[in-house]
């Protein structure tokens, strides 16, 4: 299942980011999420703060290939969701300004990185499509 995620979203590298998007037309990561979730026959709630709290948690040091992960500033709401890969210290994700890209945990990301990320795969997070 996390490849099948992982390949849908990956047809999505570099596309534009775009505020809302859910498209190949432009994406946003949360919109990046959703989509590729869909493949699985999930729906996902739509911001990137009600899925993290739609799913079970694992923290986020465990966080395994096709696992979400959340950003926040301290003291804020969650704001940015990014799907982990299989290399160690990278995501795949639609940042703000620029296109879908797998890219690295650098300091800046680390530094908002939630505690816990979530496992889509469960049977728990969001309903199955069309269900």
Do not use: Y
Request: glycine share 14%.
């Amino acid at each position: 299942m996390w490849e099948v995620r992982l390949q849908a979203a990956s047809t999505m590298l570099g596309v534009a980011h775009v505020l809302g998007g859910m498209t190949e037309a432009g994406l946003d990561c949360s919109g990046l999420v959703h989509l590729a979730c869909r493949v699985l026959g999930r729906t996902v709630p739509r911001d990137a703060e009600d899925i993290a709290e739609a799913g079970p948690g694992v923290p986020a040091a465990e966080a395994a290939e096709g696992d979400l992960l959340f950003f926040r500033k301290p003291g804020a709401r969650i704001h940015h969701v990014g799907i982990a890969v299989d290399r160690p210290g990278e995501m795949l994700n639609t940042p703000g300004g620029g296109v879908t890209v797998i890219e690295p945990l650098d300091h800046g990301r680390l530094r908002t990185l939630a505690a816990t990320a979530t496992r889509v795969a469960s049977p728990s997070l969001g309903d199955p499509v069309g269900g």
